[in-house]
């Protein structure tokens, strides 16, 4: 595998998605250089972000659609963690400068490991130590962070995340755009539906509706989950 990709572009910009990225690109591919293009001007915290023998060259999209540059943009991936932005991210840069899903790259931390009766689409990142098994099937953009546990014959809709720690038993299903939060455990034959957040260290015992935020143990429905709301209102302006 290493070498196969020179240069990773990253969409969208946080810090705690970037640093994860690039490391596991050099570990993968042995990329060295990156280039970041921001979507937004979001106020960051001031963390580093990047490994002393790792370059990388940040640009902006907006000024890069008055005055092209020339970046090669066969292969990229998602700078941002979250289940409701990395949505945003596709269609805008789809939109603005004609990246598809093809473009995506998946990453594999060499310590996870993916059954080989599962599969998954463009855009997976699976982060150390996690763990997807038998005849599990994940959509676009899935996110499956450090140590988390996607068990068999379970399917993942478009840009899930599961935080740390997270365990789904079999035969699991998870709406598009859900976000799985750290520690969390879900059993056996649970269908949590799309646009969901399902709190830190919950116990999901039964199904859960769409666009909704639940959290407990058992894992009870509090409200609508309001950040889809938005996101639903933005993916409309773009
Ligand atoms: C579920 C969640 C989105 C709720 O956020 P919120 O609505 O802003 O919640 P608040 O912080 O206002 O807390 C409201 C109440 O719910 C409780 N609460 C919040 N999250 C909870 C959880 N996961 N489990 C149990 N109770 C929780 C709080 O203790 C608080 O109780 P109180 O009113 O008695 O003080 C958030 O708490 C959460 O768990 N996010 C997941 C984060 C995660 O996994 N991050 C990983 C990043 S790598």
């Known amino acids: 595998m290493k070498n196969k990709i020179k240069e ?32 937004i001007d979001v ?9 002393q023998s790792l370059t990388c060259t940040i640009y902006d999209l907006d000024s890069i659609q008055e005055n092209p540059v ?19 991210i596709f269609n805008e840069f789809n939109k603005k400068l004609g990246i598809d899903r093809e473009n995506y790259v998946s990453l594999i931390h060499p310590t996870s490991h993916i059954s ?20 599990s099937e994940l959509g676009f953009g899935v996110n499956i962070k450090r140590g988390s546990s996607v068990g068999h014959h379970c399917k993942l809709g478009d840009y899930v995340t599961l935080n740390p720690g997270a365990i789904l038993s079999g035969f699991v299903n998870v ?10 455990s879900v059993l056996h034959e649970i269908s949590i539906g799309k646009n969901c957040m399902i709190g830190a260290g919950s116990v999901v015992t039964r199904d859960i509706p769409d666009g909704v935020v639940a959290y407990g143990n058992p894992c009870k429905v509090i409200r609508k989950n309001e950040r889809w709301e938005k996101t639903k209102s933005l993916l409309k302006q773009i």
Request: charged share 15%; net charge negative.
């Open 8 to 39: 990773l572009v990253i969409l969208g910009f946080s810090p705690g998605s970037v640093c994860n990225i690039t490391e596991a690109a050099y570990e993968l591919f042995g990329c060295t250089s990156f280039k970041i293009i921001k979507n």
């Open 70 to 88: 020339n970046i090669n943009l066969q292969h990229v991936h998602f700078g941002v963690n979250h289940s409701h932005i990395r949505p945003i």
């Open 175 to 184: 709406g598009e755009g859900t976000e799985i939060g750290t520690g969390v």
């Open 43 to 51: 106020q960051e915290k001031d963390v580093p972000y990047l490994h």
């Open 116 to 135: 080989m009766s599962s599969d998954y689409k463009e855009g997976f990142f699976a982060e150390p130590n996690s763990v997807v098994s038998s005849f």
